[in-house]
């Protein structure tokens, strides 16, 4: 399953990458304190590459990952190693999709 969403990189002043991603998919680890264990493996397909704001979909890369959760939270917090890199906001009207 697949969220639709929105990425916010926070800028490297802000802590936020160096460099940004400049291709649509992307691996990271995100943070859940709604389930445990609390730290998944993600994947994301940004719309638009190196730009501060995109549309993406957003998905777990495991399939006994909480699935369910992407449709009881309204944002998912991206991170590189234990540094918070981005956050995404989980579109509320999107439909369960299937890998």
Do not use: R
């Amino acid at each position: 399953m697949e969220k639709e969403g929105v990425i916010y990189w926070l800028k490297p002043e802000e802590g936020g990458l160096k460099n940004l991603p400049t291709y649509e998919l992307c691996y990271a680890v995100t943070v859940l304190p709604q389930v445990e264990p609390s730290a998944w493996s993600i994947k994301m397909f940004i719309l638009e590459p190196d730009k501060y704001v995109s549309d993406c979909l957003v998905a777990f890369l495991v399939d006994h990952a909480p699935h369910e959760v992407l449709n009881t939270i309204e944002s998912v917090d991206v991170y590189a190693g234990n540094k918070k890199v981005a956050t995404i906001i989980l579109k509320t009207d999107n439909k369960q999709q299937t890998d």
